[in-house]
C-alpha cells in the first residue's frame, strides 16, 4: 500500500486532474492525498480576512470566484451530464457553507486563528470532492474520505500539532478498513480536527505532513510526492539548466538543501515517514515516468557533492579582537535577535554570524548597539555544498572550486553534509556554477 500526495499544481485544472487520475488508476489501490487547487487556499484566507475586517462584498466576490472556478472544473471534468449535475449541486452546497460561514465572520467583526483555518479548509474539501466525483463518473472504485476523522490534532490554530497515537489508533478503525483491493481512498492535505471536532490545518508544507502522516500510521510501502519537477536537482535549474535530478539523497542531505536556500519539500514535513523507515519519493505529475529522487534515512551512494544551492540575502556580522567571554556574549545578541543563524564562528581574532538581511535596517544598527568598535556588517550569500562521506579530499576540491570567486570564509566540518562558502553576492552565481562542476 502506497500513499501519494498531489500538490496544488497538480489539481489546478482539469487536464492536471486528468493527469493525476491516469496515474493513480495504475495502483493497485492507494491512498491519496490531495492540496487545494493552486491558488485557492490564499484567497480563501483573503475572503476571510476581509469579511473580518467588514468588507462583505469583497469578501463575496472572492468566493464567487472561487465557486466559479470549481464548477468549471466540474463541467471539464464530468462528462456524463446526470453526474455533472449532481457534482455541480454539491460542489454549490459546500460554496453556500463558506458563504455562510464568511457572512457570520463578518457579523462578529473579528477574524480569529479558528476562523483562518476553518475557511482554509475549504480548499481541500473542493478540490477532493471534485476529483472523487471526477474518478466516480470514470467508473473507479474510490472513496472520499474526510481527513478530520482521523487527523487529530491540538487547538493551536494555523499550526496545529499531531496526536500521533490517537492517528494510528483512528486509521486502524476508520481509514484500514476501507482499504480493500483496488480501492482507492481519497483524502485532504493539510487539514485536521481537534478532540472538540473543531478544524485545524497543519501549516507549512501541511499537505506533504499529512501525507507523511498517514503512511507512518499505515506502514506504508512508500510515500509519493508529485510536484511539477521531477525530482530534487542538483542546482537551480534557473541557474545551471544541465542539473539534473538527484535518484537517492538522505533526510539529511535534504534538511540541509532546504536550510541553505533550495526550493524542495520541506524536510521536517516528510520527518514522520523517514523516522519509521518508508521511502519518500518526489516525483513529477506531468512526467510520471521520470524516476524522480527518493529521500532514505542514510542514502547509499557513491560518496561526494551531489547538490549546490545558494542562501541569497544574507548579511554576515563580524567582530575582531575579542575574547572568549565577549565573542560567547556577541554571538548571544545575535542569537536573541533571530533564531535563524546560518552561520557562527567563533575564533582567536575574529567571530561571525550570517544571518537573513533585516527588512528594516534599524534592525541592524539596533543589532550592532553596544557591541564592540571593530564590528563590521556586509552583504553576503552561502553556497552550500551537499552531500555524503565529505573528507578532506572533496572540501579541497571544493576549496579550489569558489578560490576564483573572492570568498570570505569557507566552513568544513560543522556538518556531516554539507560544506559552505561565504561569497560576494556578485559572484555567487559563477561559484555556483563552477563547484556544480565537480559533482560526479
Not at 473579528?110 to 475549504?122: H, K, L, M, N, Q
Not at 535534504?254 to 536556500?261: P, Q
Not at 518508508?278 to 551531489?306: K, M, Q, W, Y
Request: aromatic share 6%; net charge negative; glycine share 8%.
Amino acid at each position: 500500500m502506497n500513499v501519494l500526495k498531489f500538490g496544488g499544481t497538480s489539481v489546478a485544472t482539469a487536464s492536471a486532474m486528468g493527469q493525476v487520475k491516469d496515474i493513480i488508476e495504475k495502483t493497485n489501490g492507494s491512498v491519496v492525498v490531495l492540496s487545494a487547487c493552486g491558488g485557492v487556499t490564499n484567497r480563501l484566507l483573503e475572503a476571510v480576512r476581509l469579511a473580518g475586517n467588514g468588507q462583505v462584498s469583497e469578501s463575496a466576490h472572492i468566493i464567487q470566484e472561487i465557486e466559479l472556478r470549481h464548477l468549471d472544473l466540474c463541467r471539464d471534468l464530468i462528462l456524463d451530464g446526470e453526474s455533472r449535475w449532481d457534482a455541480i449541486s454539491k460542489i454549490k452546497t459546500v460554496c453556500v457553507e463558506l458563504r455562510v460561514f464568511c457572512e457570520g465572520v463578518a457579523l462578529l467583526g473579528e477574524c480569529t486563528p479558528r476562523s483562518i483555518d476553518t475557511a482554509g479548509s475549504f480548499g481541500e474539501r473542493l478540490s477532493t470532492l471534485i476529483f472523487w466525483l471526477y474518478c466516480r463518473s470514470e467508473g473507479m472504485n474510490t472513496i472520499l474520505f474526510d481527513a478530520r476523522e482521523i487527523m487529530r490534532t491540538d487547538s493551536n490554530f494555523t499550526s496545529a500539532k499531531i496526536n500521533f497515537n490517537e492517528l494510528q489508533r483512528l486509521t486502524t478503525e476508520k481509514l484500514i478498513p476501507l482499504l480493500t483491493d483496488n480501492t482507492t481512498v481519497i483524502t485532504q492535505g493539510f487539514i485536521g480536527a481537534d478532540s472538540r471536532g473543531i478544524t485545524t490545518t497543519l501549516g507549512r508544507g501541511g499537505s506533504d505532513l499529512s501525507a507523511a502522516l498517514i503512511g507512518a500510521a499505515l506502514s506504508a510501502h512508500e510515500i509519493l510526492i508529485y510536484t511539477d519537477v521531477s525530482g530534487i536537482a542538483s542546482a537551480d535549474p534557473r541557474i545551471i539548466p544541465s542539473a539534473k535530478p538527484i535518484p537517492e539523497m538522505s533526510f539529511a542531505e535534504a534538511r540541509e538543501l532546504s536550510f541553505y536556500g533550495a526550493k524542495v519539500l520541506h524536510p521536517e514535513t516528510i520527518l514522520p515517514a523517514v523516522e519509521r523507515g518508508i521511502p519518500v519519493r518526489v516525483l513529477n505529475t506531468f512526467a510520471p515516468d521520470e524516476a524522480g529522487t527518493v529521500i532514505v534515512s542514510e542514502a547509499t551512494r557513491e560518496h561526494g557533492i551531489c547538490a549546490v544551492t545558494l542562501k541569497r540575502n544574507c548579511v554576515c556580522v563580524t567582530s575582531h579582537g575579542l575574547t572568549f567571554a565577549d565573542a560567547v556574549a556577541f554571538l548571544g545578541r545575535i542569537a536573541n535577535y533571530t533564531s535563524e543563524v546560518y552561520s557562527a564562528v567563533i575564533g582567536e581574532s575574529k567571530c561571525f554570524a550570517v544571518i537573513d538581511t533585516p527588512k528594516d535596517t534599524t534592525a541592524l544598527e539596533n543589532l550592532t548597539n553596544g557591541a564592540p568598535s571593530n564590528t563590521s556588517i556586509q552583504e553576503v550569500t552561502l553556497l552550500c555544498g551537499v552531500g555524503i562521506g565529505l573528507n578532506g579530499h572533496i572540501a579541497t576540491k571544493f576549496s579550489e572550486s569558489v578560490s576564483n570567486f573572492s570568498p570570505f570564509a569557507i566552513l568544513y566540518g560543522a556538518s556531516d553534509v554539507g560544506i559552505i562558502a561565504l561569497l560576494p553576492p556578485q559572484s555567487a552565481d559563477d561559484a555556483l556554477r563552477a563547484v556544480h562542476q565537480i559533482i560526479e
